[in-house]
């Protein structure tokens, strides 16, 4: 079993930053990425970004490319997803996956195993 739990969201105007933390606990040697997603009241869920446990290699969305930045801390079995140059569309409640295969279609939620609870972003023009 992989545990997840999110921590760093809040309410922001726009342009301000956030850093969004996931802690992960239990069978971590297993995990093969962790991916970052959101979902916005009455939208689908969608991928933020996510990174290869391995090797620290990254992924994007477009929306999240050149303000988002995605790393994680082995040490403290966490990852951070630092936001910079928040938008009000960026409003949304945001979680973190765990995904054991690491398939290279990064962006499927249904592919991811493990999910966190999540976090309010919440940002104000």
């Known amino acids: 079993q992989v545990r997840l739990v999110e921590s760093g969201g809040g309410s922001v105007q726009a342009g301000g930053s956030l850093r969004l933390s996931c802690a992960v606990s239990?069978?971590?040697?297993?995990?093969?990425?962790i991916g970052w997603f959101r979902q916005a009241p009455e939208k689908e869920r969608e991928a933020v970004a996510a990174?290869?446990?391995?090797?620290?290699?990254?992924n994007y969305a477009d929306s999240a490319k050149g303000r988002f930045t995605i790393s994680q801390d082995n040490a403290k079995n966490t990852v951070y997803l630092q936001m910079d140059t928040l938008k009000p569309e960026d409003t949304a409640v945001y979680s973190c996956a765990a995904d054991l295969n690491s398939p290279a279609n990064w962006y499927s939620p249904h592919l991811y195993h493990y999910w966190g609870q999540g976090t309010q972003v919440t940002v104000s023009s």
């Open positions: 990174i290869l446990t391995r090797n620290g290699a990254t």
């Open positions: 239990g069978r971590t040697v297993s995990i093969r990425r």
